[in-house]
């Protein structure tokens, strides 16, 4: 599996935020996965975002405001979270990691069989 993020890179605030986490494995949707999303602002610690299963089922993490999605898109090996009315907050390089087995939580490398290079996001009038 390799995992590929992208972005816009640049968004004004109160638009929403779009991000692609790209993979390539074939038949992705016969596999048993779970993909979660990671962010890391500048000069703090990384925080996790959520994650979607190989079923389309979801879990959030609390400190996400509420709008933001994880969905996937098999056809095209896609996962892609959407965060709305984004601000200067949502500052940060976004990760993606994949795993077999459910992970709450989870912000470093080493926790996933596969981690993404990351997505600079910047938020910015």
């Known amino acids: 599996v390799q995992l590929q993020e992208s972005g816009p890179g640049l968004v004004k605030p109160s638009q929403t935020l779009s991000l692609s986490c790209t993979f390539s494995?074939?038949?992705?949707?016969?596999?048993?996965?779970?993909f979660s999303w990671t962010r890391q602002p500048p000069g703090k610690g990384r925080d996790w975002m959520g994650v979607?299963?190989?079923?389309?089922?979801?879990d959030y993490s609390p400190a996400l405001k509420s709008g933001t999605s994880i969905a996937r898109d098999t056809t095209n090996n896609q996962v892609t979270p959407t965060l709305i009315s984004v601000t200067h907050a949502d500052n940060a390089v976004y990760y993606c990691?994949?795993?077999?087995?459910?992970?709450?939580?989870?912000?470093?490398?080493?926790?996933?069989?596969?981690w993404g290079q990351g997505t600079q996001v910047t938020v910015s009038s």
């Open positions: 990691g994949e795993s077999t087995t459910l992970i709450l939580g989870a912000t470093t490398k080493g926790s996933y069989d596969y």
């Open positions: 494995v074939a038949s992705m949707a016969t596999l048993f996965y779970y």
């Open positions: 979607i299963s190989y079923s389309g089922s979801t």
